[in-house]
Each structure stands twice: as structure tokens, then as C-alpha cells.
């Protein structure tokens, strides 16, 4: 039992005296041309793991912006009607319970959105208003706010409360305590003042330009609407990835529903919305995709050079091999071994150098970018571990396949000729 042992492990058991080598005199495996291939496989891992956490993180940063601001579904009115003037639906009870039967949401909040325009000593500046309820969640801004605090119903210190963007507040000179005058072009046209109560920044600037966020019932009174009426539903559900499905569900549903004024309701995705933006996003895709094919080219070529060499080098050795009776099919074995753990050696290189540059670039964001381009002002990075075990996978079994190709040399070679070779 121990001679087939032996002789079922013989081929890494060269391919392993041939990588490390039996004494420190012994000739290794460390031909410029092998390092270089190394190189080339731990280089191009590095790239495609980096291109794939920066393309994640960027989608991921876009898109988590965009939902921000408007939700993943919205539910206003069945109208054609696109403009942030809506025709109002009554929110009752019962809609509010229908929602919440859906076991993919996770949150359900009214809206009111309304056009204005901004009147300061100086200048003037057409906005858009986004009044909210109680039950609003703020996590988004709260996360992007630059100074003071969100809205705050119980403070009766301010009338008006609201919140504007660090772009507005730039253009129109204001800051946190200052109070603005906003007119609504409506018949007749009404004024009314807000206080700041904080400013936020998100680098989207189609967003940050526009919205200022104030309290539901403000909007309300402007439009002489009842307590139970709004501009539309915001919908978040609990899986980004299921959003599709969620909303072509709700859809139908709503389509069937109908309000105390006998409105249908008109259900959207975030998608639907912003149909531009997240068609820009999946475009990224392709460009990962390049990236990935033809890192795993130039690895592939780099290493299969690496193989021919080392076979070159290694010819009296295959001579002898054969000579004793060793077939061609056992000594592509070794060699194939021997790919492997150069293979492994680029491959754990790499994963480290990409694993600590996107680790530097997430806690220190060395890498700037223009906000007014990107919509953001770092590189951002996504540490996906499934993403980063599916690159290795596929960096290891493609360039393993390659190296099938030039394995077939060694059957060229003759023991008579290659005995002499030096």
C-alpha cells in the first residue's frame, strides 16, 4: 500500500522538489521569465479584484443616493402628469395595512412635493419642496448632514422647519438659523418662511440642487388638502435585489385599489423613475467585464511562457523521466502541478495587494474624485467576500486551462535527444 501511495503522488512529489528544491544549491524554479509570469498573475488579480470592489462601490454609493431621495417605489396618482405638481391621493388605513401584508417592505411614508421659489435680499432660485411625515425616515440624511439637526415637529421654537442642501445654501448665502421666504406660484400666490434648521450634502448634484425638505403638513395647508391626503406613498422594501419583482406585484395590486376620490393608484420603481441613471449603471458592467477578460489574457499568456521555459529548462529531466518509463500523460502531470503553485503564489500576492489597497482606500480615501462628474469625492470601494472567492475561483480554473495547451510539448520530446540537451 505504501508503493502506490507513492506512486500515485509521484508527480507532485516532483513538482514540489522542482518548485522549492531539495537543498539550498539545488536549481529552483526563478527564471526571470517565471517571476515575471507571477507578476503578471498577481498584478492581474490585484486588477480585477480592485476594479470589481471600486464598480460595486460606486453602483452601490449612485444608487443608494438616488433611493435617498426618492425611495425604491413610489405610489401617487394614475396620471400622466410629471411634474412635482401631483394630483393628490387619500391615504387610509386600510392602503397603509395592504402595504405592510407584503412580507418585502419594510417601510411605507407619505410625500408631498411642491414647486417654489426662493427670494433672498440678492438672488432668487427655483426649488422644489418635499414635505414629510412623522413617520419619514431620515437615515439617508442623516448620514449626509453637514451641520444642525434633521426636523423636529415637538420644537416650537420654529415655525416653518426645514432642511436645505450645502449647494443652496451656497448659492443663496444662507446658513444653519437663517431664514429664507419661499413664494408658491398657485392662484393666489402665497408666501411663507422657513427656518434652517440643517444643511446636508450629497454630491448628487440634480438632487442637492432642488430638494428642501420641510414637514408634510406645511405643504398641506398651502394646498388646502385634508389630513389624509398626499402627493404619493414612498415604498422601501428589504431586498435591493428582489425590487423588480416587489414592484411589478404592487403594481397590480394598486392598479385594483382605489382611494375615497376613486383615484387608482400608479405604482413606479426607483428604476422607472430614474431610468437614465440606472441604465449608466448597468453599462458599468461592461466595463468590468473587459477589465476581467483581458487581465485573465495577459495573465494566461504571461504564465503560459512561464510553462514553456521551465519545460525548456527541465528538457533533461523529461528525457530521463521517459527514459525509465514515465508517460507523457504523468509528466504533463507535474508540470500542471508545477503551473499550480506558481498560479497560487501570483494569485495569494495578489488578493493581499488588493486587498490592502481597497482597505486604505476605504478607511483614508486617498483616491479624490470631482463631485460634480462622479457625484461623489472618493473613490468608494465594496469589500464583496462572495465577488472576491468567485475572481480567485475563476483566476485559478482559467489559467489552469491554459496551461493545458502547452503542457503537450513534453510528448515532443524524445529521450535520446533530450538526454544530450543542455
Known sequence: MCVCKTKMNSELFIARRIYKGEKKLDKQVSSPAIKIAIAGISLGLAVMIVAVCIIVGFKKEIRGKVIGFGSHIQITAFESNVSYEHTPIAISDTLINILYSNPEISHVQEFITKPAIIKTDDDFLGVVLKGVSDSYNWDFFRTNLLEGDIINPDDTTSANQAIISKSIADKLQLK?????????????????????????????????????????????????????????????????????????????????????????????????????????????????????????????????????????????????LKSIGARDFSIRKVFLYLSAFLIGKGMLWGNIIALVFCIIQHQFNILKLDPSTYYLSAVPVDLNVIYIILLNIGTLLVSLLMMIGPSYLVARITPSKSIKFE
Not at 402627493?231 to 414592484?247: C, F, H, P, Q, R
Not at 453599462?283 to 504571461?302: A, C, D, E, P, Y
Open 176 to 320: 444653519t438659523g437663517d431664514r429664507f421666504t419661499c413664494y408658491f406660484v398657485q392662484e393666489p400666490v402665497r408666501a411663507r418662511r422657513f427656518d434652517i434648521t440643517g444643511i446636508y450634502e450629497t454630491n448628487f448634484e440634480d438632487y442637492d440642487q432642488l430638494f428642501i425638505l420641510t414637514e408634510k403638513i406645511i405643504l398641506g395647508n398651502l394646498n388646502e388638502w385634508d389630513d389624509d391626503m398626499a402627493s404619493g406613498i414612498e415604498v422601501l422594501v428589504k431586498d435591493y435585489d428582489n425590487l423588480d419583482v416587489t414592484a411589478q406585484n404592487l403594481f397590480f395590486e394598486m392598479s385594483s385599489y382605489k382611494d375615497r376620490f376613486g383615484n387608482a393608484l400608479y405604482t413606479r420603481s426607483i428604476k422607472d423613475i430614474n431610468p437614465m441613471i440606472f441604465n449608466w449603471l448597468e453599462l458599468l458592467n461592461m466595463n468590468v467585464w473587459v477589465i476581467i477578460i483581458l487581465m485573465l489574457i495577459v495573465s494566461g499568456f504571461t504564465m503560459i511562457s512561464g510553462l514553456l521555459i521551465i519545460i525548456l529548462e527541465r528538457t533533461n529531466m523529461i528525457g530521463i
